[in-house]
């Protein structure tokens, strides 16, 4: 890593030739010095993120951290991890969230070991040791934000999630809208986007408690079907038209197919596949102007007029009436500038 210089109130750590290429700023500084998630005096600069990804998007809220009542979103950031990719640290200094999205792996908390995949939402924080590998052949993306304030043990104990726990969300889609939601509002200039920020991570907190599964083993085969067919939707729903084609492509009976989506998702399966038709056409109306028609077409509904009672009843609005909205919004942003 070269020769580098950071401040903690004022004390100099100089020549950081001894950083582990395994490890990040954090455990660095958890190894050499003695710094406290209650300290009085904030952190100058925050630490730097592992090099161990590929691809990421980060956002950075907080200039440092102190001991503090309120609930705070320090950072938050998406990564594609490195086939490598292998995180050992005894303990965090603040509260760390992770949602893993795609990808394999292997989790410890508190030396309690288990694999994780496609919806895994876990929580750490001091004095909770974390170690973290992915699946070489299928390395993870994932999701953290991390946070202090004496508030987020209220916020725990409402979400049922805990520092050191695992659980499984089945309505991964949100859970990942809102991550991804947080990163956005993070990177903006807003005045107000650390108050934006926060409100996400409590529904986050909240939207876990109520789409939250009971066994985390991903060695289920219930599981891992609910997952192929959520894959089948989101990759061909302009082709898929019925609850039977979908049953069809799966190899599955169903009525079999519509308890899975109970009991993961409490959603049926036909549901999930207009709610994708419905919003990938609201999409195309207000993106490329194009004719009612047209968009019908492009989600796979042949005929138009049934398109627009199916998007009227999903919307509450025509498509027409939809699209007249969105401009009226547009031009009042516009104004308003």
């Not at 990938?280 to 004719?291: F, Y």
């Not at 199916?310 to 031009?331: C, D, I, M, W």
Request: hydrophobic fraction near 35%.
């Amino acid at each position: 890593m070269g020769y580098h210089e950071y401040n903690i109130f004022n004390r100099r750590i100089l020549r950081m030739d001894a950083f582990d290429s395994n490890m990040d700023i954090i455990d660095f500084f958890e190894k050499h010095v003695i710094i406290k998630a209650t300290m009085k005096k904030p952190l100058r600069s925050l630490p730097v993120f592992s090099q161990q990804v590929r691809d990421s998007l980060y956002c950075h809220l907080t200039a440092g951290f102190s001991s503090s009542r309120d609930v705070r979103v320090i950072r938050a950031g998406r990564e594609k991890v490195t086939p490598t990719y292998c995180i050992n640290r005894s303990s965090f200094l603040c509260y760390g969230l992770e949602f893993v999205a795609e990808g394999r792996g292997k989790l410890a908390l508190n030396k309690k070991s288990q694999d994780i995949g496609p919806g895994n939402l876990f929580l750490y924080g001091p004095k909770c040791s974390q170690e973290i590998r992915t699946d070489p052949q299928r390395p993870l993306i994932k999701y953290f934000v991390n946070f202090y304030g004496d508030q987020s043990r209220e916020w725990f104990k409402q979400s049922g999630i805990m520092p050191g726990s695992v659980c499984r969300v089945a309505e991964m889609e949100s859970t990942r809208d809102l991550f991804e939601n947080l990163i956005r509002e993070g990177r903006k200039s807003s005045a107000h986007r650390n108050l934006i920020c926060l409100d996400y991570l409590h529904l986050i907190l909240l939207k876990a408690r109520t789409s939250m599964t009971s066994n985390p083993n991903y060695s289920s085969r219930s599981f891992e079907a609910f997952e192929k067919s959520r894959r089948l939707i989101d990759n061909n729903y302009r082709e898929i038209q019925s609850l039977q084609d979908l049953s069809r492509r799966m190899n599955m009976d169903p009525s079999h197919l519509c308890r899975l989506y109970k009991h993961f998702r409490e959603d049926s399966p036909y549901s999930s596949l207009i709610r994708k038709k419905m919003d990938a056409a609201a999409e195309l109306l207000v993106t490329k102007n194009i004719l009612i028609k047209e968009a019908a077409n492009a989600v796979g509904f042949e005929d138009a007029l049934h398109f627009s009672r199916v998007f009227t009843k999903y919307f509450g609005k025509s498509p027409k009436a939809f699209v007249k909205e969105h401009l009226r919004r547009q031009l009042t942003i516009f104004l308003e500038k």
